[in-house]
T-cell receptor, first 113, second 116 residues
Framework: GDSVTQMEGPVTLSEEAFLTINCTYT??????LFWYVQYPGEGLQLLLK?????DKGSNKGFEATYRKETTSFHLEKGSVQVSDSAVYFC????????????FGAGTILRVKS | DTGVSQDPRHKITKRGQNVTFRCDPI?????LYWYRQTLGQGPEFLTY????????KSRLLSDRFSAERPKGSFSTLEIQRTEQGDSAMYLC??????????????FGAGSRLTVL
């Protein structure tokens, strides 16, 4: 079935460092891809999305490009802030899986000042 | 638009007791989803409703679990005879059905269950 694999954390960075969180997926069809973020004590929030190959999703300085050839959707940010500390989830949805979201295990990001 | 509300935020119970969680979705959202999230894992799909109809249930949803959405607005998730393995965060999410576009859900903050 459809699945998402993302890099294990925690990822610990200093403020203004470059961030990459890897995400790869397995899907039988052509899924839409998402990054959700969960701040402490809050619900998951959509960070960005991409619906077809080569699309780039972007929001709040974060970017991810839908790479069909490598089945990847890596999250990047050029300069992280302490306020970016959170858990980041990669997810997909596909018609073949009833359009339900399938999540990766999440990656904890800690940014130190 | 006050977002998706879940109640209670935290519940501690003893093994064997019944618990019920409530979710109030965004008012114009006709689809409502329940997910379960255990420590160190991503959310896992449990069930979803379109209006008052429960359209799909995951195999994770054992006979001890029941979900309702009687008037197509709020939903309840009841767990009977709780077990320690039920300890998790129960997440509710909602969306408005779209004929096209990506499947974007709005999540509540979750209800954390601890079974002693």
């Amino acid at each position: 079935g459809d699945s998402v694999t993302q890099m294990e954390g925690p990822v610990t960075l200093s403020e203004e460092a470059f961030l990459t969180i890897n995400c790869t997926y397995t899907a039988t069809g052509y899924p839409s891809l998402f990054w959700y973020v969960q701040y402490p004590g809050e619900g998951l929030q959509l960070l960005l999305k991409a619906t077809k190959a080569d699309d780039k999703g972007s929001n709040k300085g974060f970017e991810a490009t839908y790479r069909k050839e490598t089945t990847s959707f890596h999250l990047e940010k050029g300069s992280v802030q302490v306020s970016d500390s959170a858990v980041y989830f990669c997810a997909l949805s596909s018609m073949e899986y009833g359009n339900k979201l399938v999540f990766g295990a999440g990656t904890i990001l800690r940014v130190k000042s | 638009d006050t977002g998706v509300s879940q109640d209670p935020r935290h519940k501690i119970t003893k093994r064997g007791q019944n618990v019920t969680f409530r979710c109030d979705p965004i008012s114009e959202h006709n689809r409502l989803y329940w997910y379960r999230q255990t420590l160190g894992q991503g959310p896992e799909f449990l069930t979803y409703f379109q209006n008052e109809a429960q359209l799909e249930k995951s195999r994770l949803l054992s006979d001890r679990f029941s979900a309702e959405r009687p008037k197509g607005s709020f939903s309840t998730l009841e767990i009977q005879r709780t077990e320690q393995g039920d300890s998790a965060m129960y997440l509710c999410a909602s969306k408005r059905t779209q004929s096209s576009g990506a499947n974007v859900l709005t999540f509540g903050a979750g209800s954390r269950l601890t079974v002693l």
